[in-house]
């Protein structure tokens, strides 16, 4: 069965959604007044590219159908063979309920990061990667929260890896098709949730 998030919608698989799986979504807070938001893995390629490239964009909506314009639009390469690869909807983060508004919420230190790890092997060509979502009041707090949590798996492996924080980004505005603008908003969860990050569907969705 899809999942379902914190405003009520199906976050799973909806009839067209071939090749995918849905997981269920740990249980949310009661629904907010706005729009999710989502983290978003798409997939496709270049007019010069050899293999396919992928990237990790950020957009809001009531479901992952009200996202595909704005998902198409953001995609740097050719519209053919553009495709969703997982999304995952955002809703409480290292103890931090998540929300979208208008406006700006209260001012506070804490702010909403997105972490990119890469690491190499010796055993292997391709540079690997671990990304997430932590809350911190810096980037170089963010930086060492990622590594301390995520590193101990299987970036860590290998006693020779080399590992390092290719992105650290702060999730803070977004502006979407349309000029439509909205703001993250963090508030402390008085449950100190902290959801899984994992997919809420993965697969592969031509868009």
């Not at 798409?42 to 010069?48: K, N």
């Not at 293999?51 to 704005?70: C, K, M, N, Q």
């Not at 972490?115 to 990304?131: C, I, M, Q, T």
């Not at 170089?140 to 290998?158: D, M, T």
Request: aromatic letters at 8%; glycine letters at 12%; proline letters at 10%.
């Amino acid at each position: 069965m899809p999942g379902q998030g914190p405003s009520g919608t199906t976050l799973g698989p909806l009839p067209g959604w071939p090749h995918g799986r849905s997981l269920p979504v740990s249980s949310a807070p009661a629904p907010a007044p706005g729009p999710l938001l989502f983290l978003v893995v798409l997939g496709g390629r270049t007019a010069t590219s050899l293999i396919e490239l992928h990237d990790v964009r950020f957009v809001a909506g009531r479901s992952i159908e009200e996202t595909l314009p704005e998902l198409r639009r953001q995609w740097f390469g050719r519209r053919e063979g553009l495709h969703l690869d997982a999304f995952m909807a955002v809703w409480a983060i290292d103890g931090w309920l998540v929300n979208l508004g208008r406006e700006p919420g209260p001012p506070r230190p804490e702010r909403l990061w997105f972490v990119n790890l890469g690491a190499y092997r010796p055993d292997s060509l391709a540079e690997l990667h671990h990304f997430g979502l932590v809350v911190a009041r810096s980037a170089a707090a963010a930086k060492a929260q990622a590594k301390g949590q995520w590193l101990a798996g299987q970036l860590q492996r290998h006693k020779d890896d080399l590992c390092a924080v290719d992105d650290c980004l702060a999730l803070e505005q977004l502006e979407l098709l349309g000029g439509e603008r909205w703001h993250v908003q963090l508030s402390p969860d008085p449950e100190g949730r902290s959801q899984p990050q994992v997919p809420d569907w993965f697969g592969y969705r031509p868009i």
